[in-house]
């Protein structure tokens, strides 16, 4: 079965400051990754996924993240917070043979101080 | 155009009620899903349909009733909620090769449900 942890449910950077959003999964097969960001009373957005090829995935928004196998981590970075990057973000996995199920990990909340 | 369009965007009923949430979408994608989301948590599956048939259903209950009348749209019909089924309720859809799902899911913004 599959799974996703999200390591902090908050997280806070001030203005500028690198961001690191933690994802760890648990699949028998290499799955498919993705990070989805979701403002208030907003549905959720892609930001960026990854399926197969170069491990490290640039998304919008200046997100990206590094998919590392031997870690089982998919973790998201933006090198400079923006106060318009404080969001919900929520990690997800599906199965690369298909299926409609997507995993979501239970979030981070991300807050931005100017 | 990857839009997925959701109506109403607020909904306020009673436990008594009869109402609809509708779901569009003009990409082609023939895989609809419908998620619900309390505050603060993720989304939960609730039914997906593939081909205008339903494929996955998560035993939710029979007060929520979904129907697929084409590949475009998607509802979901509500009827004698309680108020625990307050929540956003999202729409998603995705494309189908060869009646696989392919791994991206675009999402509505959602209809915020309140149950009084």
């Known amino acids: 079965a599959q799974s996703v942890t999200q390591l902090g449910s908050h997280v806070s950077v001030s203005e500028g400051a690198l961001v690191l959003l933690r994802c760890n999964y648990s699949s028998s097969v290499p799955p498919y990754l993705f990070w989805y960001v979701q403002y208030p009373n907003q549905g959720l957005q892609l930001l960026l996924k990854?399926?197969?090829?170069?491990?490290l995935v640039k998304g919008i928004n200046g997100f990206e993240a590094e998919f590392k196998k031997s870690e089982t981590s998919f973790h998201l970075t933006k090198p400079s917070a923006h106060m318009s990057d404080a969001a919900e973000y929520f990690c997800a996995v599906s199965r690369r043979t298909g299926g409609f199920k997507t995993i979501f990990g239970a979030g981070t909340r991300l807050f931005v101080k100017a | 155009d990857t839009e997925v369009t959701q109506t109403p965007k607020h909904l306020v009923m009673g436990m008594t009620n009869k109402k609809s949430l509708k779901c569009e979408q003009h990409m082609g994608h023939r895989a609809m899903y419908w998620y619900k989301q309390k505050a603060k948590k993720p989304p939960e599956l609730m039914f997906v349909y593939s081909y205008e048939k339903l494929s996955i259903n998560e035993s939710v209950p029979s007060r929520f009733s979904p129907e697929c009348p084409n590949s475009s749209l998607l509802n979901l019909h509500l009827h004698a909620l309680q108020p625990e089924d307050s929540a956003l309720y999202l729409c998603a859809s995705s494309q189908l090769d060869m009646g696989q799902s392919s791994d991206t899911q675009y999402f509505g913004p959602g209809t915020r449900l309140t149950v009084l």
């Open positions: 990854y399926t197969t090829g170069a491990t």
